[in-house]
């Protein structure tokens, strides 16, 4: 079982969830889950499809936004925030650690035009450090702010 921690409003990361979780995330009032682990990362995590059928099944929306071993990229960026923009309550995201969630967020956040040091704050209280991907979040808040 995996801790669910909030980042900020509307936005929770984990580590690997299993299909079971997705009760426990529902109430914690989740409506959306998104899966940023790319399915056969490592032989023992449970696939996408299963987490899947189990958010189906629990009336939660479902997405996947795998970030494999090349990064983050626009179009990553604008899914996740294509996914807060439209969810009607927290979204929980997931990887192995909680920290590609957390990173792919905080660019979410950059892009937005966001505070970059608010941003690592509020990702730092909950454990996690955005400094890898702070030179991108820059020039993604360089452009907002354009």
Known sequence: MSDFKPIAAGFLAAGQIEPADIARAKQAGVVAVVNNRP???VPDQPPGDAI???AD???LSYTAIPIGPNGFGLEDV?????VLDTADGPVLGFCRTGTRSTLL???VQAHRGRDL????GE?????YDVSPVRPAMEQ???RARS
């Open 105 to 107: 967020w905080a660019l």
């Open 57 to 59: 099944q629990a009336g």
């Open 78 to 82: 604008e899914a996740l925030a294509s």
């Open 52 to 54: 899947r059928a189990a």
């Open 123 to 127: 990702a730092a209280k909950a454990g």
């Open 39 to 41: 399915d056969g990362e």
């Open 140 to 142: 993604l808040a360089a």
């Open 117 to 120: 040091d608010e941003v690592a």
